[in-house]
Each structure stands twice: as structure tokens, then as C-alpha cells.
């Protein structure tokens, strides 16, 4: 163990000695003052604290974000309700060409997103996708909303697979899960709360100022996005080494919870650039699979970009039909940890069997309960490809980026002329959604080999980057690096 893992070990034994020993000068002294949160008297509550910490900091808003950046997506679908096709000119093919060209740019932009700082870069992206947005409303012709739409996609781009990467460097693996349930929550609500929202402004700023309502729509929602990103900037976290508002002590506190989590610091170590973390992940076939899957997942969801058409296909009003829309996505919020896209099955073999208004109503139910069943898939991602945070970061985006692929195929998947009752749209989705199973159980199946191998394993010597992220871990527990190692051993994937 190195001078300084020497040291640390030394604060982590005597924390509890009185304050007058720990004020004391020099690089020790930091140490004790770094470690008295790592004490067994005190360290539960300090835990319970940081969590708490983060539960009422860092998800709400990251949440609040995640709302607004599906209702900014998702508006043209509301727009296009009140006249946006007829007021652009704008074709069938065109329309969904619309939704797609947003993906052709969010897709590549995915990977970069993930290796910047995240306090800035995100609350950056939102300002600049909530500000396009906004454009979008002075759109005159099918050029004009183009461009605007390829620019949405691109600062979008920054943050999901960020979101899902940034709570996993602050949260242990079996956190995680439940936060990003939370999180997709948000997503699903936000189904819900720009039906309504689009409702309300559809109905009551048509002509206002000589201006359309589906402009007012873009307006409206890009500066409440914009006013969001600017807060942001305050609210959000960095990493738990370099977060400016956590003491010392707390943040030293983050990182041994992560470390004593894996089995190993979660850092990268001095070797391991992003682009290298980049490698990592391409030559790791878990990715790849899991890029397919995902793709696949999206394509057979891809109704969730045609809900309001969905709706409309029951034969109400504009503004009832934006209101019916938003029941299903608060029931898929309140299940969302409970259901899986099995449901978005059933409720397309409904879809395809009958067209009564009650029939399909209950199929736009499931529809949005089983949507529910894609919150946890970039988690697993995290829990498959845990270390180092460079790699995980990666894979993230390569999944993420890769697997928006099926929302760009999807675009063209549910056509007007396939409706009312959008029968082909439905099948594509149900075979969609069985090869995302059979991909599920294959990632399935490698893990649970994985985890044998490391029953297996017994690991008596590491070298390298391994090595030197285990003696991270040793030197931020204060404990021996035989210690950190026999935790490594108890490492295994979550299935």
C-alpha cells in the first residue's frame, strides 16, 4: 500500500479522536477531516443524509428535466392536431419524416455526451434545445420545421444515456434501480402532462396576437425548458470528487460507497481515456446485444411518438382527444416498476382484433403500462458493464444512441393511410418486441456465465489498470488492499 493509502487507513482508525487532534495542519490532518464521516458511530446517518441529500437534489431535477424534454419532443405530435401539417404544407411522408430527422441527429450525438462535465454540459443542452424548440413555432414550410427538429435532436441527445450515467456515479447498483424507475416515471408522466398542457394551450391561444395555437404550443413550452436549464446549472452535481456542494468529508463518504459497492474505486485510472473507455465497450459483445435489443424495443414502442393520432382514431374533439390521452401514462407512472413490454403485446393483439371505442381505450392503457418495461434498461446496461466508469460510460451511449434507431424506423411505421385501425403498425410491433425478449434472455444467459467464471476465479495477483482501482478503493476505505480484494471476489453482475 502506498504512503498516502497508509495515511488515509490512519484517519479511517482514529476518527474518533477529538476535534482539537483532526484540526490540526498538514495533509494527515485533511485526511482525518476527509474520513469523519467514515466512522461506524456516525457513518450510517451521514449515509442516510447524502442519499437523502441527492433524492431531494439531484432527481427531482434531473426528473423535472426528463419531463420537459419529452414534452418539447413530443409536441409536434400535439401541433399537429391543430393544424400544423395544413399550415406547413406539408405531406404524409414528410410529417413523419419530421419526427424522424430528430433521431439522424440525436443517434450520432450520443457517445460525446457522455464525456463532459456534467453540471455544465446538461444545463447547457437544455437551454439550447429548449431555445430551438421555441423556434419551432416561426416555422413557415417543411425546410423550416426540418432544420429546427435536427437541432432539437441534437442538444437532446446530451441526456438520458447522461442522466442514467450520472446516477450511477453517485448511487450503489441496487439504488440505482429504484431511482431509475423514479426517473422513467418521469418520462411517462410527462405523456401525461403535455397532453394536458398542449390541451390547455390548443384550446385557449388560437389567434392570440394573430398567432396559431401549435405556435403558441412551441413557445410556451421551449421557454419553460429554457427557464429549467438556467436553474439547473445551480442544482445539478458533478461527480462526487469535484462537487461543489458537498463538504469534504461527504464527498470522500460518495465515493467509499461506490468503491465498497463494486469492489473497486469508481474512477477511471490513469491509462483510461474516453476513448479508450469507447473501445472497451465496442469489443465487449454484451454492447452490441444490447444495442439490438434496445433498438428493436423502441421500434415495437414507437406508438409512444403517435399517441395523440392514436387517440384521435376514438373520434372526439381535438382537445378531448389530447385529454383522454393523458390517463394511460399516470396509471403507466404509478406501475411502472411492476410491468414489462409483454402488456404493449397484449394490447396490440387487442388493437388488431377490435375497433370499439372501449376496446382500444383499455389497449392505449397497456400500451402505456407496458412502455413502463424500458425504464430499466439502460440500468442493466450500468450493472453489465460496471467498470471502468469510461467503458460504462460508452456503452451507455452506444445503446442509448444505436437503440434510437427503432424511434427513427418507427416514424415511418405508423402511417395515416395504415389507419384507423393501424393493423400492419401493430404487428411490426409485437414481432419487434419478441426479438427484444429473445435478445433479453441471450444478455441473460452471458451474465449468469459471466457470474460462474467468477465463482470460479480465484484471483491471487491483479496488475494494472485493475489493480490500481482496487488499491483506490484499499486507500479511500482505509483498508489493506487484501481486504479490497477479497470484496472484488464478491462481486457479481446483477441478473
Known amino acids: ?51 437523502r441529500t441527492l433524492d431531494f437534489r439531484l432527481l427531482p431535477t434531473i426528473i423535472l428535466i426528463f419531463i420537459m ?60 434545445w429548449g431555445l430551438t ?44 434501480a429504484f431511482r431509475s424507475a423514479i426517473l422513467y416515471g418521469g418520462l411517462l408522466i410527462s405523456n401525461a402532462f403535455g397532453s394536458l398542457m398542449a390541451a390547455g394551450i390548443l384550446s385557449n391561444m388560437e389567434g392570440k396576437m394573430g398567432i396559431r395555437a401549435w405556435r403558441w404550443l412551441f413557445y410556451i413550452e421551449g421557454a419553460i425548458t ?6 439547473a446549472i445551480y442544482l445539478l452535481p458533478d461527480y462526487p470528487h469535484n462537487t461543489r456542494w458537498l463538504s469534504p468529508a461527504q464527498r470522500r463518504l460518495a465515493q467509499v460507497r461506490l468503491a ?17 473507455g469507447l473501445i472497451m465497450a465496442l469489443k465487449d459483445p454484451k454492447v452490441p446485444i444490447f444495442a439490438l435489443m434496445t433498438c428493436s424495443q423502441l421500434l415495437g414502442l414507437s406508438f409512444v411518438n403517435f399517441f395523440p393520432t392514436i387517440a384521435g382514431t376514438l373520434g372526439f374533439s381535438t382537445t378531448v382527444t389530447l385529454l383522454i390521452a393523458a390517463p ?31 376496446g382500444r381505450y383499455f389497449a392505449m392503457f397497456l400500451m402505456a403500462c407496458g412502455y413502463a418495461g424500458f425504464a430499466l434498461t439502460l440500468v442493466w446496461v450500468s450493472n453489465a458493464v460496471p467498470r471502468p466508469p469510461a467503458k460504462r460510460s460508452a456503452a451507455m451511449g452506444i445503446v442509448n444512441g444505436f437503440g434510437n434507431l427503432g424511434n427513427l424506423i418507427g416514424s415511418y411505421v405508423w402511417k395515416s393511410s395504415w389507419g384507423p385501425d393501424y393493423h400492419p403498425s401493430m404487428f411490426i410491433g409485437i414481432a419487434a418486441l419478441g426479438f427484444a425478449t429473445v435478445l433479453a434472455f441471450v444478455i441473460r444467459t452471458i451474465l449468469v456465465r459471466q457470474n460462474r467464471q467468477l465463482e470460479r476465479e480465484e484471483i491471487a495477483y491483479m496488475t494494472g489498470a485493475g489493480r490500481e482501482r482496487i488499491e483506490e478503493a484499499a486507500r479511500l476505505e482505509g483498508i489493506t488492499f487484501e481486504e479490497a480484494l477479497q470484496r472484488k471476489q464478491g462481486f457479481r453482475y446483477l441478473l
Not at 141 to 152: E, N, Q, S, T
Open 1 to 51: 500500500m502506498s504512503v498516502e493509502g497508509k495515511s488515509d487507513a490512519t484517519a479511517v482508525h482514529t476518527e474518533d479522536r477529538p476535534p482539537s487532534i483532526t484540526s490540526s495542519t498538514g495533509s494527515a490532518a485533511r485526511g482525518l477531516l476527509d474520513g469523519e464521516l467514515l466512522a461506524k458511530d456516525v457513518r450510517p446517518a451521514a449515509e442516510r443524509k447524502l442519499v
Open 69 to 128: 424534454n419529452y414534452i418539447d419532443r413530443v409536441a409536434v405530435t400535439a401541433a399537429r392536431l391543430k393544424g400544423l401539417e395544413q399550415d406547413l404544407g406539408l405531406t404524409d411522408i414528410q410529417y413523419e419524416t419530421v419526427l424522424a430527422v430528430l433521431y439522424a441527429s440525436y443517434v450520432p450525438a450520443q457517445i460525446p455526451s457522455n464525456m463532459c462535465r456534467p453540471s455544465y454540459y446538461i444545463p447547457l443542452c437544455v437551454v439550447l
Open 133 to 176: 424548440s421555441a423556434l419551432t413555432g416561426v416555422a413557415k414550410d417543411y425546410a423550416g420545421i426540418l432544420v429546427a427538429r435536427v437541432f432539437v435532436g441534437l442538444p437532446e441527445a446530451a441526456f438520458y444515456p447522461g442522466a442514467i450515467f450520472l446516477l450511477s456515479r453517485w448511487y450503489t447498483r441496487q439504488e440505482l
Open 226 to 231: 429554457i427557464v429549467i436549464g438556467l436553474l
Open 260 to 276: 465498497e459497492d463494486a469492489g473497486e474505486a469508481d474512477e477511471d485510472s490513469a491509462t483510461e481515456s474516453a476513448f479508450t
Open 328 to 358: 394511460p401514462w399516470i396509471l403507466a407512472t404509478i406501475v411502472c416498476c411492476l410491468n414489462a413490454w409483454h402488456a404493449v403485446i397484449l394490447a396490440y393483439i387487442i388493437g388488431t382484433t377490435t375497433m370499439s371505442i372501449s
